[in-house]
């Protein structure tokens, strides 16, 4: 990677003394902004919570080079800066964590040209000494864990199967693949997966975790592959982390989440938390009575509680995942619903240090909140507010360090102090964001399909005037929101800012009001969403005369593809323009293409050929009523919806002389991700809405 300057770096630590206010020269926000705005990672907060660390991936605006870089925040001093820590030139630095002492922090780094365990000392007075590599292992490291007491580390990568330590020589295989049987190229299946995300499967290679010995900072002996027996990835793919994997509070074991990688892995949720004792190397199932996924283990501090989440329904990867408790040494079925009263579904779980509360998230109408979770009552208090809430770290003295991201602004850190008092502690897009226009958001309820309320927003530059064209954002998912919280590649902000009314709708199946609601679009593809993006588009105009009713595109990826294509057929004459990424155009084709069965499966009824309608929701159905100009966008290397969606409407819309564009870009998956490549989308998306919400594309299309 290329080396980001120390004089860049000190933008980052300069910005947190920067007004956020509007200066005279704000501007619109623009494509390049949103590729090279600083983007914080992983937090962590020191044994006595005098200083926090995090990584901060940066962005060359000139050549769009990415490196991550840690960067150290004194908590005791309110003014404080974030100091950059641990350089090495040309090389990446992620992942901190600090020692059970406090005196060190580890950290992942390729600064010896492949991913390791690295550490750095520092001083009671934030005096930092030079970094050490702490790990010499033959493959690289995908994530680390350290024991509660420092004695011990588990750390985990793509390692093959049969390997049994991390990593092996040449010659027994060094890199772990086992999908190049020869003589030739090809490789050789006899089982799902053969592909997955956006890689072809290596058989035989998974993500294992091997507990080590952690002596004087650096790992110790061969290490002991936990696994034991079992066959598959832990932490999950394509997905899952740390948050899968907890140490016992005495370290004398490892709990993980895993799905059995067999036949059955690419229709099954079925994802269990097993234990096993390090060194003695037994494996026990805690959760094998639930056939669903159980998920996001977490042990209070004295051992006696672990919490997790689960599902309840097999197959359904967006069920409600409810907090479990299951109290030490209890039997397998001997387990008590936390939240089972209340219609939200957690997407992080930590203890407080009292061991008498939980922090949890969940997404709530168009927020993502923190919530605390009383053990003994299973009561459940909102602690943030407006806004998109990831890492939380609860401290001693009640109050809470939380990273969160919104609609305006990409992630930063914040304390919230125990009498609910709200301190933003960073600013690392401070500078850039003072100099960019704000925009205004407003929030609206309207009676949607069936008589249900359905919530939508519009986002809008702050101080526009005159009449704006409509962009129709349909998120994907299905089971998505579109809601108070920033994105690195659609983001309603930056399309506000080229002079739209940004309009989304949380239509049926989003998720935030409740599982009902949720579950609301099973076998409904085309149905209750299509009718409230319909009444949200009109309630939209009601709520604000400002936007052109008249002019207007609307845009969608995956499932927002999808409902592209739906529209495309069965709403034909009310959009200008439409843009559709990754859509699923044809869902037999999806049905028979795509890799994890179980999404494709739950949500339409089964495999296609026992499905009780299998064609009431095709859009490839309806293209004799197509007329809606086109832009189509597919990354190569997408396996969840493969390109071949894209190119099939395309085909048609040439086919039929409808103004249409493909956009195909090899190296990117189901998400635009490289810097470049963001901005060559961005630029086809405005150019395309551009041309045909102008006052007179009517005139040009006419004279098409």
């Known amino acids: 990677m290329t ?5 860049f770096g000190f933008t980052l630590l300069l910005s947190s003394t920067i007004l956020a206010t509007s200066v005279a020269s704000a501007r619109p926000m623009t494509a390049e902004d949103l590729a090279t705005f600083k983007r914080m990672g992983s937090v962590t907060v020191s044994p006595d919570e005098k200083w926090a660390a995090f990584d901060v991936t940066e962005t060359e605006p000139e050549t769009y080079a990415r490196s991550s870089a840690l960067y150290l925040l004194d908590l005791d ?9 641990a350089d090495k030139a040309e090389k990446s630095e992620h992942s901190p964590s600090f020692s059970a002492d406090g005196s060190e922090i580890f950290y992942l780094s390729d600064a010896s040209d492949s991913e390791q365990l690295w550490r750095v000392s520092i001083t009671t007075d934030g005096q930092i000494g030079e970094p050490v590599q702490a790990s010499q292992l033959d493959a690289d490291i995908a994530g680390f864990k350290l024991s509660p007491r420092g004695s011990k580390i588990a750390v985990w990568g793509d390692i093959a199967r049969d390997c049994p330590t991390f990593g092996c020589t040449e010659d027994a295989g060094g890199d772990g693949n086992r999908a190049e049987p020869g003589p030739g190229t090809g490789r050789e299946y006899d089982e799902l997966f053969v592909r997955h995300w956006s890689s072809w499967e290596t058989p035989g290679n998974y993500s294992r975790i091997f507990a080590f010995d952690l002596k004087d900072g650096q790992i110790s002996g061969e290490g002991m592959a936990l696994d034991g027996e079992l066959i598959g990835d832990s932490p999950t793919k394509p997905f899952g982390g740390g948050e899968e994997i907890a140490w016992v509070p005495g370290e004398e074991g490892v709990f993980f989440a895993m799905r059995i990688a067999d036949r059955n892995e690419p229709k099954s949720t079925n994802i269990d938390i097993y234990g096993t004792s390090v060194g003695a190397g037994e494996i026990k199932n805690f959760t094998e009575l639930n056939e669903a996924t159980d998920t996001l283990p977490a042990f209070s501090s004295d051992s006696e509680w672990l919490a997790y989440a689960a599902m309840e329904r097999p197959g359904y990867e967006s069920d409600r995942l409810v907090v479990k408790l299951k109290k030490k040494g209890s039997d ?14 957690v997407g992080s779980i930590v203890w407080t240090p009292d061991n008498q509360k939980l922090i949890v998230t969940a997404q709530d109408v168009l927020d993502h909140p923190a919530y605390e979770v009383d053990i003994e009552t299973g009561a459940v208090t909102r602690l943030t507010a407006g806004g998109n809430v990831g890492t939380t770290i609860p401290l001693k003295d009640g109050s809470l360090i939380y990273t969160m991201n919104s609609l305006q602004a990409p992630t930063d850190l914040y304390r919230r102090a125990a009498d609910g008092a709200v301190t933003q502690l960073t600013k690392i897009n401070g500078a850039e964001l003072a100099a960019i226009d704000e925009v205004s958001i407003e929030r609206f309820a309207f009676e949607g399909a069936e008589g249900a309320q359905v919530w939508g927003q519009i986002i809008k530059p702050a101080d526009a005037t005159g009449e704006l064209p409509m962009a129709f954002l349909v998120h994907g998912g299905p089971q998505g929101s579109f809601g108070n919280s920033w994105s690195s590649r659609w983001n309603p902000k930056v399309m506000a800012a080229q002079g739209y009314a940004v309009v989304t709708i949380d239509f049926h199946g989003s998720v935030g009001y409740g599982q009902q609601f949720t579950d609301s679009i099973n076998q409904d593809w085309g149905g209750k969403p299509l009718e409230d993006l319909k009444l949200g588009y009109a309630a939209a105009l009601k709520v604000d005369d400002q936007i052109d009713g008249e002019r207007s595109c609307a845009l969608g990826a995956s499932y927002g593809g999808y409902m592209m294509n739906w529209i495309s057929g069965n709403w034909p004459d009310r959009f200008d323009c439409i843009i559709n990424h990754a859509g699923v155009f044809d869902l037999r084709a999806m049905a ?20 009780p309608n299998p064609e009431k929701w095709n859009p490839v159905n309806h293209i004799t009523k197509w007329k809606t100009p086109t832009l189509f966008i597919h990354g190569e290397k997408d396996f969840r919806i493969p390109y071949t969606q894209s190119l099939m409407p395309f085909t048609v819309t040439q086919e039929m002389d409808i103004p249409s564009r493909l956009l195909i870009f090899p190296d990117e998956n189901h998400w635009i991700l490289k810097g470049k490549n963001s901005v060559q989308w961005h630029r086809n998306v405005f150019d395309w809405m551009a041309k045909w919400t102008a006052a007179e594309a009517g005139q040009e299309s006419e004279d098409k």
Do not use: C, M, N
């Not at 080396?3 to 004089?7: I, T």
């Not at 001093?77 to 820590?85: H, K, L």
């Not at 939240?339 to 579904?345: I, L």
């Open 3 to 7: 080396y980001l300057s120390k004089a």
């Open 592 to 611: 028979l293409s795509t890799e994890e069965l179980w999404f494709d499966q739950w949500d339409h009824g089964g495999p296609w050929w026992s499905r």
């Open 332 to 345: 397998a079925g001997d387990v008590r619903s936390l939240t089972d009263d209340w219609d939200r579904s």
């Open 77 to 85: 001093s309110p003014d404080a800066d974030p100091v950059r820590i």
